[in-house]
Structure formats: structure tokens, C-alpha cells
């Protein structure tokens, strides 16, 4: 995946782009930061911060559990979702506040989750390697409420790895603020990045 997002910026021109990833997304440009295709990199509660496979188990079975109840809730979920209390009681595990994305919106994303291969093949061995010195700065802007990989472990574990990262913890969100608070998850990029609004 690493390669294919460094052959992405190959071949439009971006040398060493300012990246911002949540999730999964945090890890690639973690990892692109160490190929020195980085300005800067801003992850929100990156993955990859697992410490031994039974750690990394319990992500992926809390993932793959997910996945497996959105194929058996497929048929029902057009007109479950309607409900605001459906999508903010089936999104607790990634948002504070599911509810506030559309019915469609979570559509979308039930079928992209039932039909993305990547999980299937997620291997225990790989996890972020310690870096140290950073190759650019780089900051962890970790969820407060994070239900998928909380802080209190896994972002200790990154601040452990990335010494020299700066630290944020976001206040009121859950894995996925952009869901919960777009105009923080701006902020916070913009902070990194050095853009003003």
C-alpha cells in the first residue's frame, strides 16, 4: 500500500507533500515520511502501533466483526439508518456522534468496508518501526475517545516510537473526527502544515 501511495505522488508531480492520514492513512504517511516523501505528516490515531500479535488481534477482530455484521445487516440497513439513534449506536466504536452522517453516507461506507480486500490479508508482523530522528515533523493527533486503538495504549505506544513527534489528543472525538468534528481535524492539519486560515 506504501508503494502504491509513493507511486500516486510519482506520477503527479509531488515530491515531498504535506500528508495527513487517518487510521490506516496515518501509518502510509508515517511510512512515506521515512522514504523522505514527506513535508510534514499529521496521523490521527495511526495504525500500526500494535505491540505484539495479540494486540494487533484485537484491532482486527473488532474490525472484522464490524465487517461481518454489515454483510448480515446489509438487506435491513436502508431503513434501520434512517433512525439518527441507529447511526450513532452503530458507529460508537469509530464516532461520538455517527449520527450526524447521512443514511446514504453510511451506505457508502458499509459497502466499501463489505468489499475492501485489504483487511483479509492484514498481517500481525508488519506495525510501525521505531523513527527516530523524524525525517520531517510529525504529529500524532490522537481521538479522546478512541475505541479502536485508544490512546491510553496504543498512542503510548507511538509516542514510545516516534519520540520525537509532537502530541495532540483531540477532545470530544471518537477513530474517525472527521466525523465528529471536521473543523478540529482542519485546525489540526493546518497547525502541522503551517497554513493559516
Given at each position: 500500500m506504501?508503494d502504491?501511495?509513493?507511486?500516486?505522488?510519482?506520477?503527479?508531480?509531488?515530491?515531498?507533500?504535506h500528508?495527513?492520514?487517518?487510521?490506516?492513512g496515518?501509518?502510509?504517511?508515517?511510512?512515506?515520511a521515512?522514504?523522505?516523501?514527506?513535508?510534514?505528516?499529521?496521523?490521527?490515531?495511526?495504525a500500526?502501533?500494535?505491540?505484539?500479535?495479540?494486540?494487533?488481534e484485537?484491532?482486527?477482530?473488532?474490525?472484522?466483526?464490524?465487517?461481518?455484521?454489515?454483510?448480515?445487516?446489509?438487506?435491513?440497513?436502508?431503513?434501520?439508518?434512517?433512525?439518527?439513534?441507529?447511526?450513532?449506536?452503530?458507529?460508537?466504536?469509530?464516532?461520538?456522534?455517527?449520527?450526524?452522517?447521512?443514511?446514504?453516507?453510511?451506505?457508502?461506507?458499509?459497502?466499501d468496508?463489505?468489499?475492501?480486500?485489504f483487511?483479509?490479508?492484514?498481517?500481525?508482523?508488519?506495525?510501525?518501526?521505531?523513527?527516530?530522528p523524524?525525517?520531517?515533523?510529525?504529529?500524532?493527533?490522537?481521538?479522546?475517545?478512541?475505541?479502536?486503538?485508544p490512546?491510553?495504549?496504543?498512542?503510548?505506544?507511538a509516542?514510545?516510537?516516534?519520540?520525537?513527534?509532537?502530541?495532540?489528543?483531540?477532545?470530544?472525538?471518537?477513530?474517525?473526527?472527521?466525523?465528529?468534528?471536521?473543523?478540529l481535524?482542519?485546525?489540526?492539519?493546518?497547525?502541522?502544515?503551517?497554513?493559516?486560515?
Amino acid at each position: 500500500m506504501v508503494d502504491a501511495a509513493e507511486r500516486y505522488l510519482d506520477e503527479h508531480g509531488l515530491a515531498r507533500p504535506h500528508l495527513a492520514g487517518n487510521s490506516l492513512g496515518g501509518w502510509v504517511a508515517i511510512e512515506l515520511a521515512r522514504r523522505g516523501r514527506a513535508a510534514s505528516v499529521c496521523a490521527f490515531s495511526p495504525a500500526g502501533f500494535w505491540w505484539d500479535s495479540d494486540s494487533h488481534e484485537q484491532v482486527l477482530g473488532r474490525i472484522r466483526g464490524k465487517r461481518a455484521l454489515s454483510r448480515v445487516a446489509r438487506p435491513i440497513a436502508p431503513l434501520a439508518l434512517r433512525s439518527a439513534a441507529v447511526r450513532r449506536l452503530g458507529l460508537r466504536e469509530v464516532a461520538c456522534h455517527g449520527d450526524r452522517l447521512t443514511a446514504a453516507r453510511v451506505l457508502e461506507w458499509m459497502d466499501d468496508s463489505i468489499d475492501c480486500p485489504f483487511m483479509d490479508d492484514y498481517s500481525p508482523d508488519k506495525r510501525v518501526e521505531p523513527l527516530n530522528p523524524l525525517p520531517c515533523p510529525v504529529t500524532l493527533a490522537w481521538a479522546q475517545f478512541d475505541r479502536l486503538v485508544p490512546a491510553a495504549t496504543y498512542g503510548q505506544t507511538a509516542r514510545t516510537r516516534l519520540p520525537g513527534a509532537t502530541w495532540v489528543l483531540l477532545p470530544g472525538v471518537g477513530h474517525i473526527p472527521m466525523i465528529d468534528d471536521p473543523y478540529l481535524v482542519a485546525r489540526t492539519i493546518m497547525a502541522v502544515t503551517g497554513v493559516t486560515a
